[in-house]
């Protein structure tokens, strides 16, 4: 049974695409870039926002302008972070539901740490307990690194028994590959079933409330195999 349930924030817990598309096309018109649709930014995101913007700029951190472009888009995504970014459908109640069962929840992103933290805040201030976003600075690599993992998990004050991570990414399964816990990948994403079969995945969820459907079932197994040995 999942008694810690660690997310991933872009593409899972909220649908922020449409803000970072707005927010890379602003920098990118700055300085007479070819923009990209929404489809083309849903591609770019996952490794952080610097591996964005290098996706996105013509020849990447080689184009002369690159530290520029990142710039304008730090100090705009700031301003309008929250202009349509919200929780998906049912994410707010799947949280709720799995507080009330005690389960403890942390959220892990490779998008920078204070926008991870105002994010988390804003939008889930009542059931998310720890927040973590790239510090590299600090020495606590980005995924597909654990060390997130492993800081939410110090933080939280628990060990990787009876913890999932909950993803929507190839970088997420490999994430939770390398900290050695199983993986629950969600299909409401930034990525399709068939992506993340060809990565590796093994568990769906379609909804947030299968991730409780989930929850539940490992709770029901376990209480049969309790009962089944009292008898």
């Known amino acids: 049974m999942y008694k810690t349930y660690i997310f991933d924030l872009d593409g899972t817990l909220l649908d922020t695409l449409?803000?970072?598309t707005t927010s890379t096309n602003y920098a990118l018109r700055q300085y007479g870039m070819p923009e990209h649709s929404q489809d083309d930014i849903r591609c770019f995101v996952g490794n952080g926002i610097r591996k964005l913007i290098e996706r996105a700029v013509p020849d990447g951190k080689e184009n002369p302008l690159f530290e520029q472009v990142f710039r304008t888009f730090f100090d705009h995504y700031e301003v309008h972070n929250l202009d349509t970014t919200k929780p998906y459908d049912g994410v707010v109640d799947m949280l709720r539901q799995l507080r009330e069962h005690g389960c403890r929840l942390a959220i892990v992103s490779n998008k920078f740490c204070e926008a991870t933290e105002a994010l988390a805040k804003h939008f889930f201030a009542d059931t998310i307990e720890v927040a973590i976003g790239e510090n590299e600075a600090a020495g606590i690599r980005k995924k597909p690194a654990p060390d997130t993992i492993d800081e939410a998990l110090h933080r939280l004050g628990v060990g990787k028994k009876d913890a999932v991570y909950v993803g929507d990414s190839d970088v997420d399964l490999m994430t939770a590959r390398n900290s050695?816990?199983?993986?629950?990948?969600?299909?409401?994403?930034?990525?399709?079933?068939?992506?993340?079969?060809?990565?590796?995945?093994?568990?769906?969820?379609?909804?947030?409330?299968?991730?409780?459907?989930?929850?539940?079932?490992?709770?029901a197994t376990l209480c049969k195999r309790a009962s089944s040995k009292h008898n």
């Open 18 to 20: 449409g803000d970072l």
């Open 180 to 219: 050695q816990l199983p993986c629950i990948s969600v299909l409401w994403g930034f990525r399709s079933r068939e992506f993340l079969l060809n990565h590796g995945a093994t568990t769906f969820a379609k909804t947030p409330k299968e991730v409780l459907t989930i929850h539940n079932s490992c709770a």
